[in-house]
């Protein structure tokens, strides 16, 4: 059953305005004409948020397709920014309090190990050049996944031509 609340493909995404790690403001619209990946992780610095951020950095895919990463969770400007500079990061890291990422759905609870806890979920949106949901990954298992963002915008580019 599908929830009525959760966006669909071709859905206009929600505007957003949020600052970076450097206290850069960044809007959905600033990117209008490109396509934007915006993936919500748990923490700066963990292992599987390191590995997400560092496969997004190495696509050559992404890259040569001219697409747009946003990362965004909760931690602040500073955390962020050592984070960026840790790893090379190309593409900024956005700061949300939680309101943001609750009404796409990448906010609430989880259950880690048994754990059940309020947080950021690990979720990925690709936004076609319109601002418009092509595809959302709600429950993302990192290895292997920037490539599967890659090949379906490469797929939505190809349906588009």
Not at 76 to 85: I, T
Not at 115 to 134: M, N
Request: contains cysteine.
């Amino acid at each position: 059953m599908t929830n009525p609340d959760r966006l669909q493909p071709g859905d206009p995404f929600p505007a957003f305005s949020l600052p970076d790690g450097a206290g850069q403001t960044h809007a959905l619209s600033d990117y209008a004409g490109k396509y934007v990946v915006l993936y919500a992780y748990p923490k700066d610095d963990t292992p599987g948020c390191t590995r997400e951020a560092c496969d997004f950095r190495d696509s050559a895919r992404l890259k040569e397709m001219g697409v747009q990463v946003l990362g965004i969770s909760q931690d602040d400007a500073d955390s962020h920014q050592k984070f960026a500079e840790k790893y090379s990061l190309p593409f900024p890291l956005l700061t949300d309090d939680g309101q943001f990422l609750a009404s796409v759905g990448a906010y609430g609870e989880k259950n880690s190990y048994g754990k059940v806890t309020q947080g950021v979920k690990r979720a990925t949106f690709i936004l076609d050049p319109e601002g418009k949901l092509v595809k959302s990954w709600l429950a993302v298992k990192v290895d292997g996944h920037a490539e599967a963002v890659a090949d379906t915008i490469q797929k939505d580019m190809q349906d588009r031509a």
